[in-house]
Structure formats: structure tokens, C-alpha cells
């Protein structure tokens, strides 16, 4: 009922930029927090950043002053502009986004998407 579908990964030189982006699509009444979280081979999925409807944002220490997070409320879209990339921010990203369905607006219900691979050539 609901689609997260990334696009933007790819492979860079460090040092390098990339730009993800996730738009959501389907049944849904409105969005409460998006974000974007990785997982490097062997590694368990961790946050990468996240922000509220409202704008609010958080980020892991290993990517604040690099990588900035932005959403557009009107078209359920969220994006990850990634600067200075790191060898170390190689892995598979994933969009999330907190969604309250048409049918039933006081649950609010985790959808992700299926993920862009990011890798930082050294």
C-alpha cells in the first residue's frame, strides 16, 4: 500500500558528493519522520539521519558537518546530500518514513525501501 523508492547511489572517489533520494507513494495520509540508515557488510543497519515533518533534524556523529538531510512534506520525498564522503561511508542506504495510512490515520506504520548501494573508492 505504501512504496519507498531510492535513487542516487553509486560509486565516488573520496572526497567526493552524492545525493540520495526516496520518494513515498501510495495510500498514505501524511508522513511523521523520514530518515536514512546504512549497512556496511557485516555490520548491523545503523542511523544515518532523520528528520520530523516539522524539519527537525538528527544526524550520527560520524556524518554531521558532511551529509545534510531535507524532505519535501507536499511530495513525500526525502533526501541525503552527501559531501567530503569517506571510504568508511561505504554501504547499502536505505530510506524510512513513518507513515499514517488513509485508512487508519492514528497508527502510524515504518515502511523502508529496498536500498542504493553507496561505495567510496579510496
Known amino acids: 500500500q505504501v512504496q519507498l523508492v531510492e535513487s542516487g547511489g553509486g560509486l565516488v572517489q573520496a572526497g567526493g558528493s552524492l545525493r540520495l533520494s526516496c520518494a513515498a507513494s501510495?495510500?498514505?495520509?501524511?508522513?511523521?519522520?523520514m530518515g536514512w540508515y546504512r549497512q556496511a557488510p557485516g555490520k548491523q543497519r545503523d542511523l544515518v539521519a532523520t528528520?520530523?515533518?516539522?524539519?527537525?533534524?538528527n544526524y550520527a556523529d560520524s556524518v554531521k558537518g558532511r551529509f545534510t538531510i531535507s524532505r519535501d512534506n507536499a511530495k513525500n520525498t526525502v533526501a541525503l546530500q552527501m559531501n567530503s564522503l569517506k571510504p568508511e561511508d561505504t554501504a547499502l542506504y536505505y530510506c524510512?518514513?513513518?507513515?499514517?495510512?488513509?485508512?487508519?490515520?492514528?497508527?502510524?506504520?515504518?515502511?523502508w525501501g529496498q536500498g542504493t548501494q553507496v561505495t567510496v573508492s579510496s
Open positions: 501510495g495510500s498514505i495520509f501524511s508522513i511523521d519522520t
Open positions: 528528520i520530523t515533518s516539522g524539519g527537525s533534524t
Open positions: 524510512n518514513a513513518n507513515v499514517r495510512r488513509l485508512q487508519s490515520r492514528n497508527i502510524v506504520y515504518p515502511y
